[in-house]
């Protein structure tokens, strides 16, 4: 079961990861970064969630079983 979890979570991830590369390369969050200096928070929260499905993710996939 928690390989299950994992792959899913790790599908998620990978999912956010690459809209929030999407919504980074996007002419409007270019120009908002030239002029602010950051990232749009949308981009950030992408990033932030992909990154911890994936690690949460692999943590469950290469947990053990065992009792």
Known sequence: MHKIIGVILLVVGVYLLMQGHDHARALNS??????HGSPPAKVTYFYLGGALCCAVGLVEFFRSDKK
Do not use: H, I, N
Request: without cysteine.
């Open 30 to 35: 270019q120009f908002r970064s030239l002029l």
